[in-house]
């Protein structure tokens, strides 16, 4: 199937310092979401994208549509121990099928406090 | 609860003994969707219910897989005859609107088979 490539595969980073991720395709998605997932839990969504170059914050989170519409990548600020998880990006609408997400491999952040 | 839920949270089954996996979805929620998640690695489409209907079954890794929501609310996924490969966390979503883009995911069933 389908495959995103998602970048870094993990992070160790000191709490207060801001993180970047990022996300290719080799296909076109008309939709990108960001997830974070806690151990034992379901994805969560943080922030979703709609539109090609779009750039949306959601507190200390920023993501952006890239404009080629295969990429999308996810900027945390000012980390804080809670952060910790696994980050998705999930593309949506290829082909016109709406219902079916594509997923990353994930990126394991960890924050030292 | 205001969730999505599912159970049995953890299962242990014995390679060849069958499963049932429950998801109790949001109330009113149109839309529900089954994910596999590997261990390491993203979830993966299994299958898509709007209401009752199935509409999308191309995920599902073998013929050993069934999915039903008969009433358009609960839903079960059967796996038949497991297998280790079919380890995993099986993940239930729903929605609703159509979109997968809103759904509210599930905590997930973690199956072994030993």
């Known amino acids: 199937g389908q495959q995103l490539n998602q970048s870094p595969q993990s992070m160790f980073i000191q709490e207060g310092e801001d993180v970047s991720m990022n996300c290719t395709s080799s296909?076109?998605?008309?939709?990108w979401l960001w997830y974070k997932q806690d151990p034992g839990e379901g994805p969560v969504l943080l922030i979703a994208?709609?539109?090609?170059?779009e750039l949306t914050s959601n507190g200390r989170l920023t993501a952006q549509f890239g404009i080629t519409r295969k990429d999308s990548f996810l900027n945390i600020s000012a980390s804080i121990p809670s952060d910790v998880g696994i980050y998705f990006c999930?593309?949506?609408?290829?082909?016109?099928?709406?219902?079916?997400?594509?997923f990353g491999k994930g990126t394991l952040l960890t924050v030292n406090p | 609860g205001a969730g999505v839920s599912q159970s049995p949270r953890y299962k242990v089954a014995k390679r060849g003994q069958d499963v049932a996996l429950r998801c109790d979805p949001i109330s009113g929620h149109v839309s529900l969707f089954w994910y596999q998640q590997a261990l390491g690695q993203g979830p993966e489409f299994l299958t898509y219910?709007?209401?009752?209907?199935?509409?999308?079954k191309s995920g599902l890794p073998s013929d050993r897989f069934f999915a039903e929501r008969p009433e358009g609310s609960v839903s079960t996924l059967k796996i038949q005859r497991t297998q280790k490969e079919d380890s995993a966390v099986y993940l239930c979503?729903?929605?609703?609107?159509?979109?997968?883009?809103?759904?509210?995911f599930g905590p997930g069933t973690r199956l072994t088979v030993l």
């Open positions: 979503a729903s929605s609703l609107a159509l979109s997968a883009g809103v759904a509210f």
């Open positions: 999930a593309g949506l609408d290829s082909g016109g099928s709406n219902y079916k997400l594509t």
């Open positions: 994208l709609y539109k090609a170059g």
């Open positions: 219910f709007q209401n009752e209907a199935q509409l999308d």
């Open positions: 296909s076109i998605f008309n939709t």
